[in-house]
């Protein structure tokens, strides 16, 4: 059966076909819908993990213990489990174990470009990178056969229009490879030095196999149409250039960009005249080509920055551009916006009026460092916000910590706040952190995570209290607030702010848009009284706006939160 | 020669053009070609600008449409069309809901949303077509049914069976809106803009 699938639903089809029976993984754009499609299959046990660390040894652990295993996570999320990485590169694999990594080129979601080509070649892993769905699956299931034979960890890397496409599927049946039984054998899996030193030998040794394999595997594949020009290239980027270019030009396709496959390189840069590398990112395949001593063109021609299109190839290999239509004015930008109803509002409304230092973290709430709130000093990654704000306090003292606060979500906190509030603790640190607890995972789609009380099929699971974690790490001060309670909110922040000791303040509301959350009617404006004083706006809802100098609710998008009638001073906003 | 045709659905997020895509991608499956459609997800969807771009032909290399090789764009507010119009082919159709949201510079002021974009548009000879989606939504009993609305606007313009779009909308929409969803593309297809 052919049907059209996400490339991320591709993959979760391959590890279906493939008989992986472990999935964990940590949400994180562009690679969710991996974890959550596979999650649909019943024969795949699957689970949110805190963060990408736990769920690669998550997935080690089922491996060693017999059954085909994958983590997913974003590129920055390899970051976070790289320690696992490179030492389930010495220790190999049981049964096989796949760790898909999306890479995020363009920055559609993300907060750096980072190519996660070099984790592959940093800890000697074979990595996989398929250019549309169908390889997506194909790749996925190759990727498991390839960690068996060759006892290792594979890396699958995808990037954003590979994983966000849609693009044509055959269905096939599920193979069910018998569990493989646990032999204890403590050389291969006890990393001690004396263990590591001979298991770094036979890394290297597998490496070596490995490049052999590169060189005869099909999936490096040559697409011969006019030799004067010859593209090597892999993952969306062959696609931009096969549509610009078609058959007037040849192509090395390659399937597995580490390790790369020198003979072919070699092979097909004899049959051509001029040879160009097209990669989106790094210059990872044009290094390894001019290494060998072959002539090529790479990034002068192509950007480092961004992504590719068949209209930059088009531009940079034939000079051809295309004819377009534009109007002459400058429109106005539309940035993304925090939702109507968005209980993240009301706190940084409640920052921005106290003109407070905001250290921020990775979610929706990332938002509120756009006007008109424009309440965030620093986002960095994961947890940053809480360990970064105890620094920021220990050099700037008192007055600092009576003005400054770090601001996290849920599952932020989980994944790595958590250590950071133990270290404020531990370490005398009297700053003031903020939980933003919206009951989710938001900005990635609505995953439950370990406080919100289901998993990801959505049962009921353990709950994680934020308060006792809270507690659990020293810190006394601990106040639920609800956002939508401006007065309440404005009160507690001074009064822990002021506090000559650490507090947490868990701004405690449901994600106005999960949809067991009852909306109230719509607000609107009495015009009469509206003195266009603009108080409400310094809110940035998208439901408000002016129209004819007077304020104006949109029904269809105000979810009736209220915090807009307690601003108004003249009593215009009604129910 | 390329044959593979493009198209474009423009929108605010949150407005359901994901929806709409899979819609449209269903009906050029069940057509028999081979489809690409590439979507945004994550930080933009969050009130941004969201484009989805639709190939389909005998074989589709690239997931995106660029700049000057849309066939058709199905724009879900005025001004997306108008931020997306470099992205038409000479001689290309752009379908436009006439609804205006405000985005963020524009709701706190900082700048005004442009005037007379139809206009603008059509004087640079566009092959335009503008309607009212959202009443025509509401008519139907729902105005988040504007992208159903806009499909069969787009039917209009696309050579395929009335079967083929009944089966995608059935295999897409969930039991309990296709009632009302049928009515929308209903609206839409029957309407022919100005």
């Known amino acids: 059966m052919k049907t059209l699938l996400l490339g991320n639903a591709a993959v979760a089809r391959g590890l279906y076909e493939a008989g992986c029976g472990a999935v964990s993984s940590y949400p994180g754009t562009p690679s969710t819908e991996i974890t959550e499609e596979a999650a649909k299959f019943e024969e795949i046990y699957c689970e949110w993990a805190p963060n990408e660390k736990v769920a690669m040894e998550v997935a080690l ?72 769905s169908a390889e997506c699956k194909a790749f996925t299931k190759l990727a498991f056969e390839l960690s068996e034979r060759f006892d290792t960890p594979v890396l699958l890397r995808l990037s954003t229009r590979v994983s966000h496409s849609q693009s044509i599927v055959e269905l096939a049946e599920r193979e069910e490879p018998a569990p493989v039984p646990y032999q204890k054998n403590t050389p291969k899996y006890v990393m001690m030095p004396g263990f590591a030193k001979k298991k770094h030998v036979v890394v290297e040794e597998r490496t070596r196999k490995l490049a052999e394999y590169a060189d005869t595997a099909p999936i490096n594949e040559e697409i011969l149409g006019d030799t004067r020009l010859g593209i090597i290239t892999s993952g969306a980027a062959y696609q931009y250039a096969r549509e610009a270019l078609g058959d007037s030009a040849s192509y090395l396709k390659l399937g597995m960009v580490h390790p790369l496959p020198e003979e072919k390189i070699r092979h097909f840069a004899g049959q051509v005249e001029k040879l160009v590398v097209i990669e989106e990112l790094d210059d990872v395949i044009e290094t390894f080509v001019k290494k060998l001593g072959v002539p090529v063109q790479g990034k002068e021609l192509f950007p480092w920055i961004g992504e590719i299109s068949q209209n930059m190839v088009a531009d940079r290999l034939r000079g051809i551009r295309p004819e377009t ?104 640190g009297n700053s003031t952190v903020i939980i933003l607890d919206n009951s989710i995972t938001g900005m990635t789609g609505h995953q439950q995570n370990p406080t919100t009380g289901y998993n990801i099929k959505g049962e009921p699971a353990a709950k994680i209290s934020l308060e006792k974690v809270c507690e659990a790490v020293g810190i006394r001060r601990v106040s639920v607030v609800d956002p939508y309670d401006l007065k309440e909110f404005d009160r507690v922040l001074k009064e822990e702010l002021a506090a000559e000791e650490p507090s947490v303040i868990i701004s405690r509301r449901p994600c106005a848009l999960l949809k067991y959350v009852k909306h109230a009617p719509a607000y609107r404006v009495e015009s009469d009284r509206c003195k266009a004083c603009k108080a409400c706006m310094k809110l940035g809802c998208p439901a408000i706006s002016i129209k004819e100098g007077k304020a104006v609710i949109d029904g269809t998008q105000c979810v009736g939160c209220g915090l807009c009638k307690g601003l108004c001073g003249f009593g215009a906003i009604e129910e | 020669m390329n044959t593979t045709k493009n198209m474009m659905i423009v929108g605010v997020g949150g407005q359901g053009t994901l929806l709409a895509s899979r819609v449209l991608g269903n009906a050029l499956l069940q057509q028999g070609y081979d489809v690409k459609v590439s979507e945004v997800h994550g930080m933009s969807q969050r009130g941004g600008s969201v484009v989805t771009y639709v190939r389909y032909g005998e074989k589709v290399y690239s997931p995106i449409v660029d700049e000057g090789q849309a066939d058709i764009i199905l724009a879900f507010e005025q001004l997306e069309a108008a931020r997306w119009l470099h992205d038409l082919k000479p001689g290309g159709k752009l379908i436009v809901n006439t609804q205006q949201i405000d985005p963020m510079p524009v709701v706190t002021g900082t700048a005004s949303y442009p005037a007379g974009l139809m206009e603008k548009i059509r004087a640079k000879g566009v092959d335009l077509t503008a309607l009212d989606a959202l009443s025509l939504a509401e008519q139907a009993g729902s105005s988040k049914a504007v992208n159903i609305v806009l499909i069969g606007v787009l039917s209009c313009y696309l050579d395929f069976p009335k079967e083929v779009w009944a089966r995608a909308l059935e295999e897409c929409v969930p039991p309990k809106f296709l009632e009302i969803n049928q009515k929308a593309f209903e609206l839409g297809r029957s309407c022919k803009g100005e």
Request: hydrophobic share 40%; charged share 15%; aromatic share 6%.
């Open chain 1, 61 to 132: 652990g089922a491996s060693i213990g017999g059954t085909r295993s994958l983590c997913a996570m974003k590129h920055v999320g390899l970051n976070v489990a790289a320690d696992p990485l490179f030492t389930a590169s010495y220790t190999g694999v049981s049964a096989g174990m796949v760790i898909a990594v999306a890479d995020d080129p363009g920055m559609h979601s993300s907060q750096n470009e980072q190519d996660s080509r070099h984790y592959a070649a940093a800890s000697k892993l074979p990595m996989l990178e398929p250019a549309d």
């Open chain 1, 325 to 428: 239509t534009a109007l002459e004015e400058e429109l106005p930008v539309r940035p993304p916006v925090m939702c109507a109803g968005c209980p993240h509002r009301g706190m940084f409304y409640t920052l921005a009026k106290n003109k407070v230092t905001v250290l921020g973290d990775i979610g929706c709430y990332t938002l509120g460092a756009s006007a008109p709130l424009s309440a965030m000093d620093t986002t960095i990654c994961m947890g940053a916000s809480i360990s970064g704000l105890h620094g920021f306090n220990k050099v700037r003292g008192k007055e600092s910590e009576q003005r400054s606060v770090a601001v996290i979500g849920d599952s932020t906190f989980m994944h790595s706040g958590m250590t950071g509030l133990a270290n404020i603790s531990y370490n005398g």
